[in-house]
């Protein structure tokens, strides 16, 4: 790998290669080096996508213009090709729902009659050309939106308070930038495009528009790959979703895993990211994450927390999924069995907790635990393992939702839990 795609062109941030001057030593190998120059540069990319001028980034916000121009200039030092409907830029509006009020003292709830305005979003889509040998496009892409300073979708409670985003999902985007210097380096056969969408938090905006309205043919597209929340790596292990939307995925996940990852896989190309959007049009996916964590959704979502060598070997190991997909004459399309509306628990109350989406025991592993719910009242902890509910055994994900939707807001429930090998039992009252 070469050292050009390193510059930042327009960026707010400008480094230089005087800085990493340690990595000239000869005793470091060319290998090393590079690997310390790129951590270097995710890490700045990071911080400057979560820094207070971006202002959380939130959809339609001056934030978010902001973060458009600046990822607009790292893609154009790699010699990208602006691929939007205006420049490298993809406009798109959505009227949000008017809020609920109260009125009377029924205590009803109507729709408020306040004027909603409609919020303008932007994605940012870019190319690299590839060979004349090009089969189609191969799609890498990462949201770079956030919260803003809070809103519905916030964990926080508190006043409105600035949320920086890093890991959801900065860390997604500087790690596709990463790949596509790599790929810019040595272009592959395939067109690749990069999207860095917007309106995902709130609710698939971006992504479901390109789909509505792409600017290339969605009949050209082989393949899509999804970086979202990607930061946070922890020992070896790594959610991949998607993996039954081609009969091909798991095979090559599993010859080009050189890094060891412990591979985390679901089928569904059904889930709560951009992939999603995608997936509908027929197109095979891979969503690529590393799991929840106590700081999600709120303030606490900082740079130095992430595990910025972790990013370095997905970019890697997504890099080398897509070269080998370059070889590839087709990618065959299969659908996943979807939990249907029938089908899906509908949750009559909430335990307060993050699930960990990253264990693969029995029972449903806690991540994080929000304060003054059930399961902080209760006196549950990160680390736990809920594996009964009263009479029902929680032994999935799956069947901690069913659990979900058997009982009542201001009952009580007995949840065991296994705490440091332990059974612990304690009794939650549900809101």
């Not at 600046?70 to 406009?91: K, V």
């Not at 070889?327 to 909430?350: A, G």
């Amino acid at each position: 790998m070469g050292l050009n795609h390193l510059t930042f062109g327009t960026g707010i941030i400008v480094m230089s290669f005087v800085a990493f001057s340690g990595c000239e030593n000869e005793s470091v190998s060319d290998s090393n080096a590079e690997d310390a120059i790129s951590i270097a540069f995710m890490k700045t990319r990071v911080e400057t996508l979560a820094s207070p001028e971006m202002e959380g980034r939130e959809t339609g916000s001056p934030g978010e213009i902001l973060a458009a121009r600046w990822i607009e200039g790292e893609f154009m030092t790699l010699g990208c090709t602006e691929r939007g409907d205006s420049g490298a830029y993809q406009t798109f509006q959505y009227t949000p729902h008017p809020p609920m009020q109260m009125h009377g003292d029924s205590g009803d709830v109507h729709l408020g009659m306040a004027l909603v305005k409609p919020i303008t979003g932007t994605n940012v889509l870019v190319t690299q050309s590839g060979s004349d040998k090009s089969k189609g496009y191969g799609v890498l892409a990462a949201h770079y939106d956030h919260l803003g300073y809070g809103g519905e979708n916030s964990l926080f409670r508190g006043e409105p308070s600035l949320h920086f985003g890093a890991d959801d999902n900065a860390s997604g985007v500087a790690t596709m930038l990463d790949v596509a210097g790599r790929l810019a380096d040595s272009p592959m056969n395939d067109d690749v495009l990069y999207c860095a969408f917007s309106g995902e938090e709130k609710g698939l905006w971006g992504s479901n528009h390109f789909c509505e309205d792409p600017t290339v043919r969605l009949d050209s597209i082989r393949y899509m790959i999804n970086l979202d929340m990607v930061g946070r790596l922890r020992g070896d292990t790594l959610a991949v979703y998607g993996t039954g939307t081609s009969p091909r995925w798991m095979e090559i996940l599993h010859a080009c895993n050189e890094e060891g990852f412990v591979l985390v896989s679901s089928e569904s190309g059904v889930g709560p990211s951009d992939h999603t959007s995608f997936y509908l049009e027929n197109i095979p996916v891979l969503h690529f994450f590393t799991g929840q964590h106590p700081d999600y959704h709120r303030p606490s979502d900082t740079p130095e927390k992430l595990n910025y060598e972790g990013m370095l070997a997905i970019a890697k190991y997504v890099e080398r999924i897509m070269r080998t997909l370059d070889e590839e004459p087709t990618l065959e399309f299969t659908p996943t069995k979807d939990q249907d509306e029938d089908s899906t628990p509908r949750f009559k109350v909430t335990l307060g907790v993050v699930p960990d989406y990253l264990f693969s025991g029995e029972g449903m592993r806690i991540d994080g635990v929000s304060e003054d719910r059930p399961a902080a009242n209760a006196g549950l902890q990160r680390g736990d393992i809920v594996v009964r509910i009263d009479t029902v055994s929680v032994v999935d994900m799956m069947s901690y939702m069913t659990a979900l939707s058997l009982f009542e807001a201001g009952t009580i429930s007995e949840v065991e839990v296994i705490r440091n090998g332990e059974a612990v039992s304690v009794e939650v009252t549900w809101d």
